[in-house]
């Protein structure tokens, strides 16, 4: 089984609201990824989490906040956004963070901030 | 940092007809190169992938050639059928998390 499950599937919030996505994978997979996917374009990454620790955060502005809980779950916390951070908001897993590590990607989570 | 190039951005082709997508990247040490399909709404799925180590890699109607000396890769697609219709992602890595190439949307008329 090669499922990454992403709640909710649409969400629409305000710039003054407090939001949270969630990601659940149940591979055993120690690396989890945040995505960020506008119209027409390829997924840009955000975030890697790696053995439940931050390894990687792309200059990502700080309304964005990630969370590990553990290894099979990965949250995103959202809090001011701007209208220019609608788009489409991807997780991913694999076995690793190696870069030649197999990424399984979640349906994501279409956002829209009004 | 790596740079992945894909072509073309869209291509139509009639149903049974084969399709072909190429990308070309700049860091001579990546040495992972998977393919992914999106359709609309759905987050990319993985459909192929191939490593340096291999240069050709076939799954039934979908093969991935990989030419290390010159820096490029390509999907093959034959036999295309209708739920081929969606948009292809190569990507490339080494040392670093990957590298999209900017999609190529693939329509199949019947």
């Known amino acids: 089984d090669t499922e990454v499950t992403q709640t909710p599937k649409h969400l629409v919030m305000g710039m003054t609201n407090k939001k949270s996505l969630k990601c659940e994978q149940h591979?055993?997979?120690?690396?989890m990824y945040w995505y960020k996917q506008k119209a027409k374009k390829p997924p840009e990454l955000m975030f890697v989490y790696s053995y439940e620790k931050l390894s990687i955060n792309e200059s990502v502005p700080s309304r964005f906040s990630p969370e590990c809980p553990n290894s099979s779950l990965l949250n995103l916390h959202l809090h001011a956004l701007q209208p220019e951070d609608s788009a489409l908001y991807l997780c991913a897993s694999s076995q690793t963070s190696g870069p030649t590590e197999t990424q399984y990607f979640g349906p994501g989570t279409r956002l829209l901030v009004l | 940092g790596e740079n992945v190039e894909q072509h073309p951005s869209t291509l139509s082709v009639q149903e049974g007809d084969s399709a072909v997508i190429k990308c070309t990247y700049s860091d001579s040490a990546s040495n992972y190169f998977p393919w992914y399909k999106q359709e609309l709404g759905k987050g990319p799925q993985l459909i192929i992938d191939i490593r340096s180590n291999v240069g050709e890699k076939k799954d039934q109607r979908i093969a991935v050639t990989l030419n290390k000396t010159a820096k490029h890769f390509s999907l093959h697609i034959t036999e295309t059928q209708p739920e081929d219709s969606a948009v292809y992602f190569c990507?490339?890595?080494?040392?670093?998390?990957?590298?999209f190439g900017k999609g190529t949307r693939l329509s199949v008329i019947a």
């Open positions: 990507a490339a890595s080494s040392y670093t998390p990957l590298v």
């Open positions: 591979m055993g997979h120690r690396a």
